[in-house]
């Protein structure tokens, strides 16, 4: 079928590996620093993410023989605006809590140098399906590295996933304690430089 050719499925899932806009391209580096210290607003942002920058792509590919040249990106800052705008309304009546924890970051979406790239790089040149699913394939490359990162930190730094302990009280008894640094922006800096390490020396090849 056509809507599962070749290219659609590369579209699909080089962003998770071949051309991960984090690991390779490194982008979007900011909130993934920011909002990691626990797991849930990590999956919670991928999510987002992944949302606003499928449904931009589509609407954008679209447009994209309607848009003059001159003003595209105010167009895509416009569209992306009203995508962050949506989502952000819907985490504070559904996840307060989690909308809260990301603050500003769900706003700072719009700046996304992932979402922007993919708008700028591939909607405006191609059809709306293949679109939507390099929109979906960044975002989940993207919410990957989160939600990786995010486990490492909260578990130990406070010893539990998605705020059920995990490590057991007995450790702690024993002498365990958990890991203060975990929690610190830096050593998001430190977890993210890994996982790029990792992957460039057992995942990817250069083309």
């Not at 919670?44 to 992944?50: I, Q």
């Not at 989160?146 to 009280?169: C, H, K, M, N, Y």
Request: with cysteine; aromatic share 8%; net charge positive.
């Amino acid at each position: 079928m056509a809507l599962f050719s070749k290219q659609n499925k590369e579209a699909l899932t080089n962003p998770l590996n071949l051309d991960h806009p984090i690991l390779v391209q490194v982008l979007g580096i900011c909130s993934a620093l920011a909002v990691t210290s626990q797991l849930k607003p990590a999956i919670v942002m991928g999510l987002a993410v992944t949302v606003i920058t499928a449904f931009a792509n589509v609407i954008i590919s679209i447009l994209r023989n309607t848009i003059p040249n001159r003003i595209r990106i105010v167009v895509q800052l416009v569209v992306v605006a009203a995508l962050v705008t949506i989502v952000s309304q819907v985490l504070k009546a559904f996840v307060y809590d989690v909308s809260v924890q990301l603050s500003v970051y769900v706003g700072l979406i719009i700046t996304n140098c992932i979402l922007m790239g993919r708008l700028e790089a591939f909607a405006m040149q191609n059809k709306p399906w293949p679109s939507f699913l390099d929109g979906v394939g960044n975002g989940l490359g993207y919410a990957m590295i989160l939600v990786i990162v995010g486990a490492v930190r909260e578990l130990f730094g406070r010893g539990s996933l998605l705020g059920f302990q995990i490590i057991p009280d007995g450790a702690y008894e024993a002498g365990y304690i958990n890991n203060g640094m975990m929690t610190m922006p830096a050593m998001a800096l430190i977890l993210v430089g890994i996982v790029i390490w990792v992957h460039r020396a057992y995942f990817y090849k250069e083309k």
